[in-house]
Structure formats: structure tokens, C-alpha cells
């Protein structure tokens, strides 16, 4: 029993005097917490609309006043031009649209009823399912309130129309983020443990006495993930189209050359990884725990970044996931070109160029 105690005591010393593993113990537990209590929320609120009011009258301003005063909506434009408010949709601003006919009041008090029309985005089926039920609800109870008591002899009928996704497919949700989470799980991870494998197995030396410059020993480990990164993107492709009936409506040449760009990216943040880690074990660790977290709960993947507080939304702009995420939403699920995605892209580039230049200066070239 002596030699039991002595054991565990020894262990703990090892655990206290690791920061790291302190680190791993209190702190990602806390991060956790935080993350679930406060940010995280299944709750669709704070929904950008844009409302074209044709009829401004009493009626159409009653109903605008409910929505205005609605936490779950937040109006950013009052849109006079219809053909605005696709651009609306494209860049992302408003996730639904709701128009009002010139003759709206008219309407409401005859017997074949007014209409309104609803615009959701449907990339997104779940939250475009609820925000119109939102909406309908909204306009419902207005109706209710004309005439308490009585049935009433002239109804408003929603006419919906899902776009970008009118079969209702989730699917088409769950792939962008999908791919974001396997490049950056299969790139960082098996990258962060290519230089620190040579540093574990003795053959470091090899390299360093080699005629080979920093850079090039970097760029000799990056290419097979690369590689092999490419081969996944393509089969994820295959499996979309013909498994999960996702159809691509964007350039297929723009979608690569992203997918190329944030593989780059994630192999630069592998590299550095593996350059300030002595131990493949912890090189894993922090890319798989440090970076899968991110990616799942930081992007818009799985939770709206609208719900979450200010500060989880200023931490999600230095996860690059979340700006190929919205890169491959856009492009293969709306059909955008370039034009709609070039500051995402240039950011992603920024970060490869500031992800290598970091890697590249913390190589040793002496043990």
C-alpha cells in the first residue's frame, strides 16, 4: 500500500506541475460550461426581416408594429424596389421577407381575404420553418384581435415560399459544416504531429543536417495532407450529390479553389502546432479538442451565432471554419459567385499567410 500512495502522490505531482494538463482539467471544463449555460440556445431570435409595405395603411402598419416589437425579429430594411430584396437574401442580412399587397386593406374586409406574402431562407430549413410559423402566428392574432368573439367572415392568408431550399432537404444545412469540421479536424490534427514525430522518433537530425531550407521541410509535410484532404472533399461531394440529393449550385471550379485555400490554412495552423509541441499526444490533443469545439459550436453550424452574446460572436471571427462555412453555404447551396465571397476569402488568406510566417519562425533548426 506504501508503494501505492507513493505512486498516486507522484502522480499528482505530475499533474500540478503541468500547466497544461491543469489547463485541460479546470479550464476546458469551465469553457464547456460557459459555452452550454450562455451561448448555446435552440432558440431562433433576433431574425433579420425586411418588410416591403405597399398598402401603408392602418392594417399593414398594425401588423409591422407587432413584428417591430417581436424579440425574435429584428427589421433591418423597409424594402420599396421588390427586386431588392433578393439582394437582401444574398447578402445575408435578412433571413425573411414579408410583402404587403397595395390593396391590403381592401382585402381584409372581403370575403375571399387579403394575402401577404412571406419570404423565408430556406438554406437553413429548421430556422425557416420557424420563422414563418413566427410570422404566421403574429398575423394570426392580429386577425383574432379585428373581431374578438365573433367568427370572422374575411381571413389573411400567408403564401410561403421556401427559397434556396424548397424540398425541405436538411441535409443541405449539415454539409457545408460538415466539410469545414473534417478539414479542419483531418488537416490540423494529423499535420500537428509531422514535425514533432521526428523530434519523438530521433530522426530530427536527419532533417536539420539536411540540405533542405525550413520551408521546404514544411511545405514536404503539408502536400500529402493536401492530398489526401482533396481526395475526402471529393468523395464528400460524390456522397452529397447522389446519396443525399444536395444539388450544388454554384461554380464547382470557386468551390475547390476554397476548399484548396482552407485546407492551406488548416495545414499552416497544423504545422505551427507541431512546431511549439514536444509530444504527439499533446499535438493531438489540442488539435482535436481545441479545434473541433470551435468548428462545431463557433461557426453557425450547429447554433445560430445571432443568439449567443456578444463576446462568443467577437471570439468566432478568429475561427477560420466559420468563414469557409459561410464561403460553401453561399456558393453551393445559393448559387453566389465570387463577388458575394471575397472578404471571407481574403481573410482566409490573411490567416494561412499569418499561420505559416508563424510556423516557419518558431522551426528550430538546432535540438
Not at 335 to 344: A, D, Q
Request: charged share 15%; glycine share 4%.
Amino acid at each position: 500500500m506504501k508503494q501505492l500512495f507513493a505512486f498516486i502522490r507522484k502522480e499528482f505531482y505530475h499533474v500540478f506541475r503541468d500547466r497544461r494538463t491543469l489547463l485541460i482539467l479546470f479550464g476546458f471544463p469551465v469553457v464547456q460550461i460557459l459555452l452550454f449555460g450562455y451561448a448555446l440556445s435552440s432558440e431562433v431570435k433576433n431574425i433579420g426581416i425586411a418588410i416591403q409595405d405597399n398598402a401603408r395603411d392602418v392594417n399593414s402598419s398594425e401588423i409591422v408594429n407587432r413584428i417591430k416589437t417581436s424579440s425574435y425579429f429584428q427589421v433591418k430594411d423597409e424594402i420599396v424596389n421588390y427586386k431588392d430584396v433578393e439582394s437582401r437574401f444574398k447578402d445575408g442580412s435578412i433571413k425573411c421577407a414579408i410583402i404587403f399587397p397595395a390593396n391590403f386593406g381592401e382585402d381584409l374586409y372581403r370575403k375571399d381575404g387579403a394575402q401577404i406574402q412571406l419570404l423565408a431562407d430556406a438554406s437553413d430549413p429548421n430556422t425557416a420553418t420557424i420563422v414563418t410559423n413566427y410570422l404566421t402566428a403574429i398575423i394570426k392574432a392580429y386577425q383574432q384581435d379585428l373581431n374578438p368573439g365573433t367568427a370572422l367572415s374575411y381571413q389573411i392568408v400567408p403564401q410561403l415560399r421556401q427559397l434556396y431550399n424548397e424540398e425541405q432537404n436538411g441535409s443541405l444545412n449539415f454539409i457545408p459544416g460538415v466539410i469545414a469540421l473534417i478539414f479542419m479536424i483531418v488537416s490540423t490534427a494529423l499535420t500537428s504531429v509531422a514535425v514533432v514525430r521526428e523530434k519523438e522518433l530521433g530522426t530530427m537530425e536527419i532533417l536539420l543536417v539536411s540540405p533542405f531550407k525550413p520551408i521546404m521541410v514544411l511545405i514536404a509535410k503539408a502536400i500529402p495532407y493536401l492530398v489526401l484532404s482533396l481526395v475526402n472533399f471529393i468523395i464528400i461531394l460524390l456522397l452529397s450529390v447522389f446519396v443525399l440529393d444536395v444539388e450544388i449550385r454554384g461554380s464547382l471550379v470557386l468551390i475547390f479553389a476554397e476548399s484548396i485555400l482552407f485546407i492551406i490554412t488548416c495545414l499552416s495552423l497544423g504545422l505551427l502546432i507541431s512546431n511549439v509541441t514536444d509530444s504527439q499526444q499533446t499535438a493531438m490533443l489540442i488539435a482535436m479538442m481545441g479545434m473541433m469545439l470551435p468548428t462545431l459550436l463557433l461557426t453557425g453550424f450547429m447554433f445560430p451565432l445571432e443568439n449567443m452574446p456578444w463576446i462568443f460572436q467577437v471570439i468566432s471571427h478568429i475561427v477560420p471554419s466559420r468563414y469557409y462555412y459561410a464561403i460553401i453555404k453561399a456558393v453551393m447551396l445559393k448559387g453566389m459567385g465570387f463577388s458575394y465571397v471575397w472578404k471571407e476569402t481574403l481573410i482566409l488568406v490573411g490567416m494561412s499567410v499569418v499561420l505559416l510566417s508563424i510556423a516557419l519562425k518558431r522551426f528550430k533548426i538546432r535540438l
